[in-house]
């Protein structure tokens, strides 16, 4: 009943920038927490940033600083903009979206992933 769209991944060399963006879309009455999180293989998946709805943002220590979450509630997109990358900053990023669907019922839906990768 909700569906995800995740964009703005790709290659970029070390030091350089890249803004992911994920769009929502449904049933939705309104949506409390969206966030990104990133996974390599072999290793679980882990929180990089999240933003609630009163943009309270909470960011993982390895990105602080270098990474800035935001979101545009009238299009129920959040975006992760991603500056100074490093080659550990590679992995699989999935946004993750909470909220009320039109029914009250609340709801978590996952993006379908997309990858950045930071190398020379």
């Known amino acids: 009943q909700v569906q995800l769209v995740e964009s703005g991944g790709g290659l970029v060399q070390p030091g350089g920038s890249l803004r992911l963006s994920c769009a929502a879309s449904g049933s939705i009455f309104s949506i409390n927490v969206m966030a990104w999180y990133r996974q390599v293989p072999g290793k679980e998946r882990e929180l990089v940033a999240s933003i609630t709805s009163v943009v309270s943002t909470k960011y993982a220590d390895s990105v602080k600083g270098r990474f800035t979450i935001f979101r545009d509630n009238a299009k129920n997109t959040v975006y992760l903009q991603m500056n100074s990358l490093k080659p550990e900053d590679t992995a699989e990023y999935y946004c993750?979206?909470?909220?009320?669907?039109?029914?009250?019922?609340?709801?978590?839906?996952w993006g379908q992933g997309t990858q950045v990768t930071v190398s020379s």
């Open positions: 993750n979206v909470g909220g009320l669907l039109l029914t009250g019922a609340h709801f978590g839906s």
